[in-house]
Structure formats: C-alpha cells, structure tokens
C-alpha cells in the first residue's frame, strides 16, 4: 500500500480528498437539516410529544402546516383530525394524548404512511422510514415567522355585526353569548352572563390546567372549527390557514373599521382614583393621610388601546379589587403605588405613558433624559385635584364621577408661556470653531416644530400645557432666573467625558442635535451630513508682490 501512495503525486491525494470529502457534505448535509438556506414560514407548528423519556434527545419537529394542506386534494381537516360532538379537535388522528410512546408510534405511522403512499403514486413526498433527520433537523430549515394575532377593537366590532354569527339560543340579537362564557361552579358549566363578556385569556392561560384548555387551543379550535362550519354553509368566513392570520404581510391587509362604537361594559366615563378618601368615606372619619386625587379620564383611555385587557390584565374588575394599599395575595402582594407607578410594565400608567414616549415624535426628546428628571414632574399632571373640591366629602359615586369631571374639564394652570417672539429666533454656535463657520441654529422653528408634535397626541398635550417643558428637551438643566443657561455653562472644552457621565461640550453638542434628528426620523438635514450645518470656513490667500 505504502508503494502505491509513493507513486501517486502528493497534491493529487490531497485534490482527491478533499473531492471525496465535498461530495459527502452536499449528500449527507441535507439528510441532517444542516441546511443554510432557512426559509421564513408563518405556519410552523412545532411538535413536542409531552413527558418523553428520560435521555431522549430527537429534536422537536417544525411541521409547516399550509404547506402540508396545499398539497391533501380535497383541503379537507378530516384528512388528520377527528371530530367530537361535530367540532374538530386538533390533535394528530386523536382526541387527547395517549402517552409518549403511542403518540410517537402514531405520528410515525401516520406521517410516514401517507408519504410513502403519495411516493407511490409519483407524487412530491416528504421523509420515509430511516430519514429521521429530514424532520428531527438539529438546525431546521425553517424559520418561524408567525406574529402574534388577537382581536383588536376592529375586528372585534366586525364579529358582532356578523348576522351569521348567532346567539347560543339563536333567538336574542346580540351575538355574545356565541363566543362569550363564564365557568360556574354551582353549575360545573359554561354559561353566559351578560354584562360580564371579558377576554378569553382571563380564563385560558398561556399554559393548559387540568381544568382549562390553553389560550392557543381554545382560539385555533373555536375560531377555526366556526370558519370551516360557515365555509361548508357556503358563507363567508373567516380564514381557515396559518398564514392569514400569523404572517405579517396578511396582517396588514385586515380591514380596519373606521367608526368603532364604545364596547360597554358597565364602566365610567371618568373617575375619582384616591384610596385614602374611599377609606375615608367607608370608615367616616377624615383621613390622616392626603394625596390630590387622580380624575381619570376612563372613556379617553379606551379609545387609546386596542384592549381593555391592556390595563385589566387578570379581570375587568377594578384595580383595587386586587392590588390594594398594602398588597393582598391575589395581587401577589403588588402593592396598589407600585401597580400605578411601575416603569418596568406597560400595565401601570406610568409604564404605559414612557412606552408612548418611544414614538418618533416624543423620542428625541425622552430617548436622552434621565428617569430621574421625569420623576420631578410625574405626580402634579395627574395629581390635581384638590382639598378644596372635596368638601365635603363626595359621598356617591354621581358626586365623586362629577369632581373628576370637573377637574378633567377645568383649564390648566399653565404658568409662564413664551410667546414666539420671546423664543430666540437664531442662535449661533461658534465657541469651537476651528476649520469651520459657527452653526447657525434655526431655534424658534425647531422650537415651533416641537410644540406642533405634541399636538398630535392627547397626552403630550396635557404633559405640555406649559410651553416651558418643551424647552427641557435640550436644556435638561432647567431656566435659572428665567432664562436658559448655555451648554457651555456645564460642559466644558475638554474632549474628555467626566467619571459621572458628563460629556465635554463637542460631544455634548453632536450627542444632543445628532441622536434627536436619528431618533425622530429627521432626514433634512441627516444627522451625518456635516457640511449641512457646518459651512466650510473660506480660506483667502493672500498674494504679496515680488517686484
């Protein structure tokens, strides 16, 4: 052997092996899933058998649905899913999972059946027995592309006027009872209450309970099980396939009604949000303790979210009916300032109203400033109802809802207002000029442009009553006896940044002006387009005679 490798030309070997070893790569690779060519799906279901064996370590299974329905000729469910009481159930040939191991011997069976059956008959196949990584792929060829999906405003108002969506009893004229229940214990049944329609997912949680199917059983196994019942009907439906819903191009082309009228639900137009006077009211002694009073604006809200379920997250009761002052274990003991005041949650207002402060017309302002300076300003906008209106005490709830009304209605004590011709028109910015001409800044226009945006929000309005707030966007250090204090006046001519976070004034210059034009979409001038705002410095040379 030895003699015939001495014979055989050194590069010549290596050409062969590395041959022998590209063509095992292209045959084998694809077998394994090791594919680089992942493609975006929206339909993947991925399939997890529950309980496996101890060791076990087949990678789960990413089953591109539509796919699969595309190519069954009659489109029909029945193809893989039994029916109980005439509605589909989505497991595999299944009602409930049957353990492990029989689960595994039936998705073998049955999936590997019908490809051998279609490779039979000449047509396109999937994987046969032995090819187990065609479909336990370590690195699948898919990618999950499918959005979340849930019923907005929008589309909830189009089911109600559905006329082909009737009542359980099929005689009343609201159809809420056809998607709407409630468990009742007495009853050890579902039943209908009226009033009290709330979201699914108060009840059906991310995970399934030994009682309760999960969220995304019980909304693919309703809705879908009503689409195909109305489909057979020969009426129109909703869809039927994964990617209509889930994938992100199909999301955007659901019509959105324009006029949606208000979901009712018992709730108040306004409210007097305060813990100390309800125990005030309740016990009939004053209170110790006093903190203005929130007047919530509730039907202003509603029409800012898609959901009521964004701030009821657990019931549509109110929020002190779990988080009281000091915490109760069905609040898992949050208290009820937290719950209002966290800015780790969009739940609790404050969370809610800094996640609104990430839009393109807030954020070049907010993107920049330090939780801290919010926190000066964050209790007065909304804490401003005051002694006076409460005595004495609003006893009723007609009495209390007509106080936050009142203070809803009632004209800001907006202080201070800088008329146009106060704001500076332009100022220049030429302390560092070296090569170039000082920057000429537009001020009162971008001032103007400022104020405009806030405009087109309800609560930017009401943040901004004073004029002088905008004017913190860039001078975060506040007016000192009424007038604004130049950037110069903190940060000085070093290039250095400080230990505690100071940049030296270039930076605090192109950090401010830069990350504002990048975070508010500003595309005239680019924040990288130097010349833009620094004209080149003309040089003169100066000619001497030589004669």
């Not at 990430?358 to 939780?371: E, L, N």
């Not at 009495?399 to 936050?404: D, G, I, L, M, W």
Request: with cysteine.
């Amino acid at each position: 052997m030895s003699s015939i490798l001495e014979k055989v030309p050194l590069q010549r070997l290596r050409n062969g092996i590395l041959f022998f070893l590209i063509i095992t790569i292209i045959l084998f690779c694809p077998l394994y899933g090791n594919t680089s060519q992942n493609q975006e799906r929206s339909d993947l279901i991925r399939i997890r058998l529950s309980s496996p064996p101890q060791g076990y370590q087949m990678p789960e299974v990413f089953f591109p649905h539509d796919r699969h329905t595309e190519a069954i000729e009659n489109k029909s469910c029945e193809s893989c899913h039994l029916k109980k009481e005439n509605v589909f159930v989505f497991k595999l040939k299944r009602l409930k999972d049957d353990g492990f191991k029989n689960d595994k011997e039936l998705y073998h069976h049955t999936c590997i059946g019908c490809h051998t059956d279609r490779r039979d008959q000449g047509l396109k196949s999937g994987p046969l027995t032995g090819e187990c990584r065609m479909c336990h792929a370590q690195n699948p060829p898919y990618i999950d592309a499918s959005q979340p999906f849930g019923m907005d405003k929008s589309l909830h108002y189009r089911h109600v006027l559905a006329d082909r969506i009737r009542s359980v009893d099929g005689e009343k004229e609201e159809n809420c009872s056809a998607c709407h229940h409630e468990y009742d214990k007495a009853l050890n049944k579902t039943v209908y209450t009226k009033g009290k329609e709330g979201t699914c997912r108060y009840c059906h949680k991310q995970e399934k309970t030994e009682e309760v199917r999960s969220f995304k059983t019980v909304a693919h196994e309703d809705c879908l099980n009503c689409h195909i019942a109305l489909n057979l009907e020969n009426k129109k439906a909703g869809p039927t396939n994964c990617a209509a819903c889930h994938a992100l191009a199909k999301q955007s082309k659901i019509v959105k009604l324009k006029e949606i009228p208000r979901i009712k639900r018992n709730q108040p137009d306004v409210v007097l949000l305060s813990t100390w006077l309800k125990d005030a009211i309740e016990s009939g002694k004053p209170s110790l303790q006093f903190v203005e009073p929130v007047a919530f604006d509730h039907l202003s809200h509603e029409k800012q979210v898609e959901n009521c379920r964004l701030c009821h997250h657990e019931s549509m009761d109110t929020c002190t009916a779990c988080h009281t002052r000091t915490g109760s274990e069905k609040s898992k003991f949050i208290r009820l300032e937290q719950a209002m005041h966290s800015s780790n949650t969009s739940r609790s207002c404050l969370g809610c109203h800094r996640e609104s402060m990430k839009s393109s017309d807030c954020a070049g302002c907010h993107a920049q400033m330090k939780t801290g300076q919010l926190d000066k300003f964050k209790c007065n906008p909304c804490h401003t109802v005051a002694r006076e209106a409460l005595r004495p005490l609003p006893e009723s709830n007609a009495t209390r809802a007509n106080v936050a009304a009142t203070a809803i209605k009632a004209p800001s004590a907006n202080g201070p207002t800088i008329l146009d011709e106060q704001i500076p028109d332009k100022v220049t910015i030429d302390i560092m000029t070296d090569q170039y001409d000082g920057v000429q800044f537009p001020h009162r226009k971008i001032v103007q442009a400022l104020i405009e945006r806030t405009q087109k929000s309800r609560l930017a309005q009401h943040f901004h009553r004073k004029t002088t707030s905008i004017c913190s966007g860039c001078h975060h250090k506040g007016p000192s006896a009424g007038a604004y204090p130049k950037c110069a006046a903190c940060h000085g001519m070093s290039l250095q940044t400080q230990k505690n976070g100071k940049p030296g004034l270039l930076g605090a210059y192109h950090g401010q002006c830069m990350t504002c034009h990048q975070r508010m979409g500003i595309e005239k001038p680019l924040s990288t387009d130097c010349k833009a705002c620094h004209p080149k410095k003309t040089v003169k040379v100066q000619q001497t005679a030589l004669f």
